[in-house]
């Protein structure tokens, strides 16, 4: 059974940088052909997808978000990250870190298979 637990700052300050980390278990991020995701989803508002990265390292981001995000991953610890840049207000969502069958759905949110428990992320001064 896969589990992903997100962890990281809830409350950030606007023009900040927002970090995450989504740590694996039961399975491994390497492995062909899964690709890991942040997902979030503001209050009153559907789910948004932000970016992912694949079993092979490969990257992809939301048009959106592209100038201000990044995801990296740190195989030896079978975590990935998250970090999204000049904050606003309107960054405020709970952040979710999911698992999609293959990279080629990582922008159907419908299609993932797995998914962490969510953390509530704040931006204010």
């Known amino acids: 059974q896969v589990q992903l637990q997100e962890s990281g700052p809830g409350l950030v300050k606007p023009s900040q940088t927002l970090s995450l980390t989504c740590t694996v278990s039961?399975?491994?991020?390497?492995?062909?052909?899964?690709?890991w995701s942040w997902i979030r989803q503001p209050p009153g508002k559907g789910l948004e997808w932000m970016g992912a990265?694949?079993?092979?390292?490969?990257?992809y981001y939301s048009p959106s978000l592209k100038s201000r995000i990044s995801i990296s991953r740190d195989t030896s610890k079978n975590q990935f990250s998250l970090q999204l840049s000049s904050v606003t207000p309107e960054d405020t969502a709970v952040y979710f870190c999911?698992?999609?069958?293959?990279?080629?759905?990582?922008?159907?949110?419908?299609?993932?298979?797995?998914w962490g428990q969510g953390t509530q992320v704040t931006v204010s001064s």
């Open positions: 039961g399975g491994s991020i390497t492995t062909s052909y899964y690709a």
């Open positions: 990265i694949a079993y092979d390292g490969s990257t």
């Open positions: 999911a698992r999609a069958p293959d990279k080629i759905v990582v922008a159907t949110t419908s299609e993932y298979d797995y």
